[in-house]
């Protein structure tokens, strides 16, 4: 059974700190590139960064650059993403999703073949 679960969501001020994990199970993770994307009502799910399978150079959305870090560890069949300097527009439902390629990731949420069930940040004083 294939299973993505994200944690470490909840409600933070802005400017604070969230560490996202995302954790695998049902399928060898160093085979796929995993994405981290964000969800926000009446909006179209938006990528917030990218890593592949191998690692290699990850990808951020501009507004990410600076504050947000991915990171993978294949062997714990986790992968995480790092949040600093929250912003109140960062508050939305952040998912996590694999993608069966053996080189880079992609940035837009269409085409990867398993997701997680989302987890809740909100950024609010």
């Known amino acids: 059974q294939v299973q993505l679960v994200e944690s470490g969501g909840g409600l933070v001020q802005p400017g604070g700190s969230l560490r996202l994990s995302c954790a695998t199970s049902?399928?060898?993770?160093?085979?796929?590139?995993i994405g981290w994307f964000r969800q926000v009502p009446g909006k179209e799910r938006e990528g917030v960064s990218c890593i592949g399978a191998g690692g290699g150079i990850p990808y951020y959305d501009d507004s990410m650059k600076g504050r947000f870090t991915i990171s993978r560890d294949n062997a714990k069949n986790t992968v995480y993403l790092q949040m600093n300097g929250l912003k109140p527009e960062d508050t939305a439902v952040y998912y996590c999703?694999?993608?069966?390629?053996?080189?880079?990731?992609?940035?837009?949420?269409?085409?990867?073949?398993?997701w997680g069930q989302g987890t809740q940040v909100s950024v609010s004083s």
């Open positions: 999703a694999a993608e069966l390629r053996p080189l880079g990731c992609r940035r837009t949420p269409y085409e990867y073949d398993f």
């Open positions: 049902g399928f060898t993770l160093g085979a796929y590139a």
